[in-house]
């Protein structure tokens, strides 16, 4: 049986995507400040590259990207490595 073939057979099986931004440390006075609405500021910004982590293995290779209002990823390569 071909991979693909094999692949094919867990095409319905859910897994978690993590894309991880960007990280801030926030003192719990500024938490408890936060409102509906509130923005944090992050140091990331469009076109920087960030990894695409699956079942705790990173997948893939991407691009931040930001659509209309939406932030995004563009996938850019995959980690064939083994």
Same mark, same amino acid.
């Given at each position: 049986?071909?991979?693909?073939?094999?692949?094919?057979?867990?095409?319905?099986?859910?897994?978690? @995507?993590? *894309?991880?931004?960007?990280?801030? &440390?926030?003192?719990?006075? !500024? %938490?408890?400040?936060? #409102?509906?609405?509130?923005?944090?500021?992050?140091?990331?910004?469009?076109?920087?590259? @960030?990894? *695409?982590?699956?079942?705790?293995? &990173?997948?893939?290779?991407? !691009? %931040?990207?930001?659509? #209309?209002?939406?932030?995004?990823?563009?996938?850019?390569?995959?980690?064939?490595?083994?």
């Amino acid at each position: 049986m071909k991979v693909i073939e094999e692949i094919g057979l867990m095409a319905d099986v859910p897994i978690d @995507i993590v *894309v991880d931004l960007d990280r801030k &440390t926030m003192s719990l006075r !500024e %938490i408890l400040k936060l #409102e509906k609405g509130s923005v944090i500021k992050m140091t990331r910004s469009a076109g920087e590259n @960030i990894d *695409v982590i699956a079942g705790g293995a &990173t997948v893939a290779f991407g !691009e %931040i990207v930001i659509i #209309e209002s939406t932030m995004g990823v563009r996938i850019t390569d995959f980690n064939l490595e083994e």
